[in-house]
Every structure is written in C-alpha cells, then in structure tokens.
Nanobody, 118 residues
Framework: QVQLVESGGGLVQPGGSLRLSCAAS????????LDWYRQAPGKLRELVAI???????NYADFVKGRFTISRDNAKNMVYLQMNSLKPEDTAVYYC????????????WGPGTQVTVSS
C-alpha cells in the first residue's frame, strides 16, 4: 500500500492557477487509477478527476476544460493543474490511489486546502 501526501494548495485569486502535487511513498506504475477529490465545507466529497494506469483521463463536468490531471510514474507523482479557478473551487483537495488486484489498496492523502478569493 502506498502513502500519499498532497502539496501545492493555497490562496489564489479568481481566474488564477494552481498546480497540486501528490507524492506517493511507493511505485504507482501499476496502480489502477489515481484520483483527485475535493470537499468543500458542509458538502460531500466529490470526484474531480481520474487517471488510469494507461493514462486515460476523465473529469467532472464542473472542471472540464479547466483542470488537467497527469501522472509521472518514474517520480511516483500525480498532479492536478488547475486553471481559471473560481470561488466555488474552494475546497480541500485529496489524492487517492486505487489498486484492485492483489495487493489491493485504497489510499488517501491528508488533503491540501485551496482557497479561491479576491
């Protein structure tokens, strides 16, 4: 099982950009998929983006065209490039690693705060 730690959050003005990083403690090259989720105050955690082991990506409608997920298996890193940020993007962002085959695991990072405000 891998341990995950997010970084790169902070305060940004509307229309700005941030790049979130997620560092894994072990190899992610065979991880079935790596995801970014977010949770705003008083709301349920929601899926933002997915990237599979073969690089297929999928995005929530509310971030399509603005966010880009990527992975660097050599560095055991996952990234979320966030552009054209809106106040409603304010949330704690979490990285998740899912492995279905043995040894199966479902790992989450502690999260990183993103605040979009003028």
């Amino acid at each position: 099982q891998v341990q995950l730690v997010e970084s790169g959050g902070g305060l940004v003005q509307p229309g700005g950009s941030l790049r979130l990083s997620c560092a894994a403690s072990g190899s992610i090259s065979n991880t079935d998929h790596l995801d970014w989720y977010r949770q705003a105050p008083g709301k349920l955690r929601e899926l933002v983006a997915i990237i599979t082991s073969v690089g297929i990506t999928n995005y929530a409608d509310f971030v399509k065209g603005r966010f880009t997920i990527s992975r660097d298996n050599a560095k055991n890193m996952v990234y979320l490039q966030m552009n054209s940020l809106k106040p409603e993007d304010t949330a704690v962002y979490y990285c998740r690693a899912l492995q279905y085959i043995t040894p199966a695991y479902d790992s989450w990072g502690p999260g990183t705060q993103v605040t979009v405000s003028s």
